[in-house]
C-alpha cells in the first residue's frame, strides 16, 4: 500500500454552540490540514496519486473557510465547527473530487493547535 500526504491550512473563527466552558465563545485558530490518500497500485510514471493535483484540491475546499466565522459557512450554520466536523466535512467534499481514482482517502487531520487534532478515518 502506498500513501502520500499533503498539508494545507486556514485561519478562521469560530465558537462551540452548547459548549459548556470558554470554547462557547468566538475565538480563532490557525487550522492545519492533513489529508493521507492510499493506493495499491502505482500509475504508468511510478505514482500513486499527484500531490499538485491534492493539492489544489483540498486548497479549494479550504479556501471557503479561510478568514471567515466558520459559524456563517455552510455546514457549520446548521452543525458545530468542532475539528471532528470539519475534518468529515472535508473528507466528504474531496471524495466527490477523485473521480475514478484508484487512490482512496485514509484519514483526514484537522489540527487546531499544535498539541490538539482530531482525525477522520473512513471505515
Not at 484540491?57 to 475539528?83: K, M, T, Y
Request: contains cysteine; aromatic residues 10%.
Amino acid at each position: 500500500m502506498f500513501q502520500i500526504t499533503v498539508e494545507q491550512h486556514f485561519d478562521a473563527a469560530h465558537f462551540l454552540r452548547g459548549y459548556q466552558g470558554k470554547c462557547e465563545a468566538l475565538h480563532g485558530h490557525r487550522f492545519r490540514v492533513f489529508i493521507t490518500l492510499q493506493a495499491a497500485m502505482l500509475d504508468g510514471i511510478g505514482i500513486s496519486y499527484d500531490f499538485t493535483v491534492l493539492k489544489k484540491q483540498v486548497g479549494e475546499i479550504v479556501s471557503r473557510f479561510d478568514h471567515v466565522c466558520l459559524n456563517d459557512v455552510p455546514p457549520f450554520d446548521g452543525i458545530n465547527p468542532s475539528s471532528e466536523n470539519i475534518a468529515t466535512t472535508i473528507y466528504n467534499e474531496l471524495k466527490s473530487r477523485l473521480g475514478n481514482s484508484s487512490a482512496t482517502i485514509a484519514r483526514v487531520e484537522v489540527w487546531e493547535t499544535p498539541q490538539n487534532r482530531a482525525a477522520y478515518i473512513p471505515d
